[in-house]
């Protein structure tokens, strides 16, 4: 039984009111000290600054024209000397990594693979297309750039372009590692060899890659050494 509740059937509605005295002054007590503890973590907090920074609002969807108008337009603003020039590669090569990178389907998808995809973001607009994505990853591959210098033409963070490239790499292992990465055959080997004769001149290239039996009558003396053996 409730101590401050004591019951006496003779009592009337008035006298059987509890006694509230003592369960207020505990609750009081609580009160104030969990007053009290919160306002020392917000003093805590008011002495540690906060690391915030300002939201920059970029212009993804007229940076993708401007790329698009610039390069990949049937009348586009650059030749397609400029493209393989910026980009180290055919136009045609290029489209063909997207496509193959857009397209790619597994169960379950890789993560690489998943970053290229596009979906809405937590504040609804769309993310960066592919060819988009792409391009931060080829340029920083084709003039050894850091990721920030996109930000301005393609309107990419830093950590974003950064990411494009971690990702890319990964794509690009994937869909082409089987056939580019393995050992040449006796028909790549002939037709190698072919192609070196026909531009170069030289014979035997594939089984004398350092030179040795022909006579360097002007090598620089810095390379002297360098390719010898032994």
């Not at 939201?55 to 400029?82: M, N, Q, V, W």
């Not at 990178?101 to 979906?119: C, M, N, Q, S, W």
């Not at 607009?125 to 930000?151: G, H």
């Amino acid at each position: 039984m409730n101590p401050h509740y004591a019951m006496n059937p003779n009592d009337n509605d008035e006298e059987r009111q509890p006694d509230n005295f003592d369960v207020d002054d505990e609750y009081n007590f609580y009160f104030l000290h969990y007053a009290y503890e919160y306002h020392k973590r917000l003093v805590v907090e008011e002495n540690h600054p906060r690391l915030t920074r300002d939201p920059i609002h970029r212009d993804r969807e007229g940076a993708e024209d401007y790329l698009i108008g610039d390069y990949f337009d049937d009348c586009c603003k650059y030749h397609l000397y400029s493209f393989r020039r910026r980009y180290r590669m055919s136009r045609k090569l290029f489209l063909k990594i997207v496509k193959g990178i857009g397209t790619y389907t597994a169960d379950p998808l890789p993560y690489h693979f998943e970053f290229f995809k596009v979906r809405p973001d937590a504040t609804g607009r769309m993310s960066l297309s592919v060819i988009m994505k792409c391009t931060a990853a080829v340029r920083q591959l084709a003039y050894d750039n850091t990721p920030d210098a996109f930000d301005e033409y393609l309107q990419m963070s830093e950590c974003t372009a950064h990411d494009c490239l971690l990702h890319f790499k990964k794509c690009i292992i994937d869909l082409y590692m089987s056939k580019y990465l393995r050992k040449p055959t006796l028909e790549d080997v002939e037709k190698i060899y072919n192609q070196h004769v026909t531009r170069h001149g030289f014979l035997e290239m594939l089984r004398s890659i350092d030179y040795m039996h022909w006579e360097w009558k002007n090598c620089l003396v810095s390379w002297q050494g360098q390719y010898g053996r032994g």
